[in-house]
């Protein structure tokens, strides 16, 4: 059975046509209003985005959705959980600090911000799912008390799932940082030859695992957590992972973990996704490079696979930016996130999820 996504686009010709009006639209279209009862403790997860990062999905918009629940008569709190790597996001006092400052305060958002998970990550609840790599998985503990959750996820590239959406927005931004390990099973190597000695990486690791040794990068298997923001900074590309054995199993595991971040919340759980300046990688980057395509629009649907499935058709349907870090795939049709991180299958996401009953990739299109 198909699930229904429902699509805005960004076109405008009238105020009634405000994409903050469609925002809302899509909301009440997609039947959010259904999983919001009075007094619901609703979690509107999202990523406020690292320091120097402005590709995140504009408090206005949040906002929008903020309202909407408060006319169900339910309780919004504005959510994210701490990173594993070091950053602005890797503790709660930094992390509401940052949110702050990228406009997710209460004056303009109407909201107030909750880090999931605590003030150092150690707020969790073990959820059991019974699944291919994982019996149970750890969830942020107030992710997991909340009655009900709206996801607001940045459709956009990443190094290593070839591109972030509702799933990963579970899976990783739903996890505290002991869940993140738990899904980051891949560990870098350095690939001595390309490497300069330049010690971009090492500045970089949050566990000290990397040392330059005469004048190449080493780094330790057993500190390494798997965090990949050496990957992220090198700049001769000198760092890399096993794509054929550990990717496939690191997708599946965040896949899994997208599940169990929702499986105590059925029929409770609604998604939108922004096709918004959709940038090669992930909003953790303390910068923004170009959109690989044009905007798009904004989906809504309850099925989290069939709204990155349609995600993932939209933008690869548009015709690619040429000045961008897009290299390959710029023609209608061809995989854009492929086209960025060539080694990379981000449909395997939507395969698994699919496979293990987190939704369907079978999707209707409507247009609002």
């Known amino acids: ?26 909301f009440e279209q997609a039947g959010f209003t259904d999983l919001v009862a009075p007094h619901d403790k609703t979690a509107v997860k999202l990523h406020f985005g ?29 959510t ?20 702050i400052l990228h406009g997710f305060d209460f004056a303009v958002a109407g ?9 150092n990550g150690r707020n969790l609840r073990k959820v059991r799912i019974d699944k291919n790599h994982f019996e149970e998985v ?8 909340a009655d009900g959750m709206i996801v607001l996820s940045h459709f956009k590239g990443h190094i290593v799932s070839g591109f972030g959406g509702a799933i990963k927005n579970l899976a990783m931004g739903c996890a505290p940082p002991e869940g993140k390990r738990a899904q980051h099973n891949a560990r870098p190597f350095t690939i001595t030859e390309n490497c300069t000695g330049c010690a971009s990486c090492m500045r970089v690791c949050p566990k000290k695992a990397i040392r ?6 080493h780094i330790d298997q057993e500190l390494c957590i798997g965090c990949f923001e050496c990957m992220h900074v090198c700049p001769e590309h000198a760092i890399d992972i096993d794509w054929e054995t550990e990717i496939p199993q690191f997708m599946e595991r965040m896949v899994e973990y997208a599940y169990g971040a ?26 923004s490079d170009a959109p690989i395509v044009p905007d798009i629009g904004i989906l809504a649907s309850k099925d989290p696979v069939a709204i990155d499935a349609a995600s993932f058709d939209l933008v690869n349907q548009q015709q690619g930016y040429s000045d961008s870090l897009l290299t390959t795939h710029h023609h209608a049709g061809g995989d854009k996130f492929k086209g960025v991180h060539e080694q990379t299958d981000g449909y ?20 609002i």
């Open 1 to 26: 059975m198909k699930s229904p996504v429902y699509f805005a686009s960004l076109r405008a010709f009238s105020d009634k046509e405000a994409t903050t009006s469609k925002v809302q639209r899509l």
């Open 50 to 78: 690292e320091t120097g990062n402005d590709g995140f999905i504009s408090p206005v918009y949040v906002r929008q959705v903020v309202e909407k629940i408060k006319s169900c008569g339910g309780l919004p709190f504005l």
């Open 80 to 99: 994210d959980t701490n990173t594993l790597y070091l950053g602005s996001r890797s503790n709660a006092v930094e992390h509401i600090g940052t949110a």
């Open 111 to 119: 909201a107030p911000v909750i880090i999931a998970d605590g003030l």
């Open 138 to 145: 750890s969830i942020a503990g107030d992710i997991a008390a």
């Open 212 to 217: 330059i040794v005469k004048k190449k990068s």
């Open 262 to 287: 929702v499986c105590e919340k059925k029929n409770k759980v609604g998604y939108m996704n922004f096709l918004i300046r959709i940038t090669p990688d992930c909003d953790c980057f303390p910068f």
């Open 348 to 367: 395997r996401q939507v395969r698994y999820a699919e496979e293990i009953g987190l939704g369907s990739s079978s999707y209707d299109l409507v247009r």
